[in-house]
């Protein structure tokens, strides 16, 4: 058990005579201890009293000579009696066995005995902390009748016993330390412990804060940065929190693991005098260890879940294996426990907290989808769990830990301008993505259109004020949301999901393999533009493998080699580029189906080079547009305003004339050339065939044990 986190009072209690008559000890009230905080232990105490709360006082009777409550009758003579008979017991237990079988085989039963029961004592690890003074729980809490006489009688073998109660407390906390950091390393692959340096103590970790701030902090937006400046730079105490406490020192840790994994190899090299890979081992153990020591798994405090949440992050830019997609449901569910889900917690929260809150809320649901995106899994969230308490769009500079009521939305480009264009882009890609599972699925195509049209204008808003020749962020943030656009198109008329009550519309020409290259192309040049090195290191976020699945889908039943050759270069070339984006790399069950569909691609291309030439391929006026980057790209037609001429008409006519709408036609589309009165025929169902063909084989993958370990 951890002595941070459980009150002593059981521990305390003496097992020889009771203590009613006994003075009793004030500890930290149960409010306090449960936020972790510096109790005054005045009844009320400061904190409950600034806080509105109800003090709640804990105490327990003084221990009697120590910690360990031990009688003062118990002499070393009564202990060696006592051990000679144990010893006689335990040999004639072994000499009744023995009768039946060999001693070799009372051997290897005794250690096979032994090692059971120690894998049951893990399990119910610190149940026995209960008992004062090292009592031992019943027999009945054993197996067979031999193996538990034999345990009671050997206390070395007994998984629970407490063999030194001068060290009670720091034995729990050692065993708390290594069974959660057994579990992080388990989760993350590495494995030893690190003794930590106190954060902010070196100009390293001065460089690596700066780092997180100008990196790491704009995209994820969870922490109040002048908070985090004044702790990590100036060495103040961060927030509320007494100097040392474990949650703020979990939070450094996890800043500074996040900051090196932004780093290159030759900035490390440069600015550490050590590889990348260096850095971000040390770092990575660092936050392990301060997690751990912190008790992540079953904490109350929104700080020590900012921190893993931040390290979960970290850990995805680096890994590409299924770990975090597995360790993020431990920061799910530790945010239902905080009612992170709840619009209104049962319980008092300041507003300033409450921004903090909706923040980190939100950064979980960007794991969640992104995690769902990489595999083409179900998101564990629902939409409404976001859309009902979105934070605040406001600077840093807005919010303060006294301030009294929530802030206003700033109108301009804020601190918070990309984390809301990423929120809205989670709403939408879990409607259109996803099957019944969480939520009603969306089949329809109108309401799917809409959904997008919608994304369009709310972002449109969002960036109205955003200076993109100015303001290198401010162009990646538009860059960005002009390609998350591009691809929700593809995604309304190519599922990731399979439905059996979705039916694709036509799309007339080339023109739907024409725009998945063309946001093929535009990503990688996004990704390879010098504004865009400083935040090189959340590349893995949302990488365009859905748009390549759907080019190679319409190239499999190409009948032009024009159209083939023009487009193959692109293709081929962000096929091996993604295939170190990707969840897995070009192992996971992801890439397997993307390979059978590169393979397709490339035999009917075979086979097209090998026919007879056609007529000179001549690009349309839609070919000419698409070959413009998305940014220069102007909207010659125009959205179709609805599914069809008579379905939405007016509506949409109107959604587009409002301010929020685009006015400066450079959002692109693929509405204009989609025919929604009828299902597609010929060659277009064929391609859709082989998209659904690419979806399914997700599925196979899953249940392979080969794929995905």
């Known amino acids: 058990m951890n002595p941070l986190s459980e009150p002593t009072d059981q521990a305390g209690t003496a097992p020889s005579s009771p203590s009613v008559n006994k003075p009793k000890v004030r500890l930290s009230c149960e409010t306090c201890r449960q936020r972790k905080v510096k109790c005054d232990k005045l009844n009320p105490c400061t904190n409950c009293q600034r806080l509105g709360a109800r003090c709640v006082p804990v105490e327990r009777a003084r221990l009697p000579r120590g910690r360990s409550g031990r009688l003062a009758t118990e002499r070393p003579g009564d202990q060696d009696a006592n051990l000679k008979d144990r010893v006689s017991k335990l040999e004639s237990i072994i000499r009744d066995l023995a009768r039946g079988g060999s001693q070799a085989s009372v051997r290897a039963i005794l250690a096979a005995a032994v090692e059971e029961s120690s894998q049951d004592g893990e399990n119910s690890l610190g149940e026995d902390d209960s008992q004062a003074g090292g009592v031992r729980r019943p027999d009945t809490y054993l197996g067979s009748s031999f193996w538990a006489n034999l345990l009671n009688e050997v206390p070395d073998v007994h998984p629970n016993e407490r063999r030194s109660s001068k060290s009670d407390d720091r034995n729990a906390e050692t065993n708390n330390l290594i069974n959660y950091r057994r579990l992080l390393t388990m989760a993350s692959g590495s494995g030893g412990t690190t003794n930590s340096e106190p954060p902010g103590t070196s100009s390293t970790h001065q460089q690596l804060c700066c780092l997180f701030m100008q990196r790491v902090d704009p995209i994820c937006k969870i922490l109040h940065r002048p908070s985090l400046k004044a702790f990590l730079v100036d060495g103040s105490p961060y927030l509320d929190y007494e100097p040392g406490h474990l949650a703020p020192t979990a939070l450094a840790y996890s800043v500074y693991y996040a900051a090196s994994c932004s780093l290159s190899d030759e900035e490390s090299i440069r600015s550490f005098g050590v590889p990348k890979s260096t850095m971000v081992s040390r770092y990575q153990k660092e936050a392990e260890a301060a997690l751990a020591r912190a008790d992540f798994i079953t904490t109350n405090d929104l700080t020590v879940l900012q921190a893993y949440v931040l390290f979960l992050i970290a850990l995805r830019s680096q890994d590409q294996s299924r770990r975090m997609w597995t360790m993020l449901s431990m920061a799910l569910r530790i945010g239902q426990a905080l009612s992170l889900h709840l619009p209104d917690p049962p319980f008092h929260v300041r507003p300033f907290e409450r921004e903090l809150r909706r923040r980190l809320w939100l950064a979980i649901g960007f794991l969640d989808i992104q995690a769902s995106m990489d595999r083409a899994s179900e998101p564990m969230m629902q939409a409404s769990w976001l859309e009902s308490h979105p934070p605040a769009n406001v600077n840093d500079i807005d919010l303060s830990p006294n301030m009294e009521a929530n802030p206003p939305d700033s109108p301009g480009f804020t601190d918070m301008t990309f984390t809301m264009m990423v929120h809205k882009t989670q709403y939408v890609a879990r409607s259109l993505n996803f099957s019944g599972f969480m939520e009603p699925s969306i089949t329809t195509l109108a309401?799917?259109?809409?959904?997008?049209?919608?994304?369009?204008?709310?972002?449109?808003?969002?960036?109205?004020?955003?200076?993109?020749?100015?303001?290198?962020?401010?162009?990646?943030?538009?860059?960005?949301?002009?390609?998350?656009?591009?691809?929700?198109?593809?995604?309304?008329?190519?599922?990731?999901?399979?439905?059996?009550?979705?039916?694709?519309?036509?799309?007339?020409?080339?023109?739907?393999?024409?725009?998945?290259?063309?946001?093929?192309?535009?990503?990688?040049r996004l990704r390879s533009d010098p504004r865009f090195t400083t935040y090189q290191w959340f590349e893995f976020a949302f990488p365009p493998w859905h748009c390549l699945a759907v080019a190679l889908a319409e190239l499999c039943v190409c009948d032009d080699k024009a159209v083939m050759e023009r487009f193959w270069d692109p293709?081929?070339?962000?096929?091996?580029?993604?295939?170190?984006?990707?969840?897995?790399?070009?192992?996971?069950?992801?890439?397997?189906?993307?390979?059978?569909?590169?393979?397709?691609?490339?035999?009917?291309?075979?086979?097209?080079?090998?026919?007879?030439?056609?007529?000179?391929?001549?690009?349309?006026?839609?070919?000419?547009?698409?070959?413009?980057?998305i940014s220069m790209q102007m909207d010659t037609q125009g959205f179709v305003p609805g599914i069809d001429g008579r379905v939405g008409l007016q509506h949409a006519v109107a959604a587009m004339n409002t301010p929020e709408s685009v006015v400066d036609g450079t959002w692109p589309n693929v509405w204009d050339a989609v025919d929604f009165s009828y299902a597609a025929p010929g060659t277009a169902q064929v391609a859709w065939m082989s998209y659904e063909n690419f979806v399914a084989d997700f599925y196979v993958n899953v249940d392979d044990p080969l794929v995905n370990r």
Request: proline letters at 8%; one cysteine or more.
């Open 571 to 629: 293709i081929e070339e962000s096929f091996h580029l993604l295939g170190r984006l990707i969840a897995d790399s070009q192992r996971g069950m992801l890439w397997k189906p993307m390979e059978k569909l590169m393979a397709r691609a490339r035999d009917r291309r075979v086979q097209l080079l090998a026919s007879p030439s056609p007529d000179a391929y001549s690009p349309s006026l839609s070919t000419a547009v698409q070959q413009q980057p």
């Open 447 to 524: 309401i799917r259109q809409q959904l997008v049209l919608e994304f369009q204008q709310s972002v449109t808003k969002l960036l109205q004020h955003a200076e993109p020749d100015k303001h290198p962020f401010h162009w990646i943030t538009r860059a960005i949301a002009e390609c998350i656009h591009a691809c929700m198109q593809l995604i309304t008329l190519r599922p990731l999901q399979r439905s059996p009550n979705f039916t694709p519309p036509l799309v007339r020409g080339d023109r739907l393999l024409e725009f998945a290259v063309n946001v093929l192309i535009v990503s990688r």
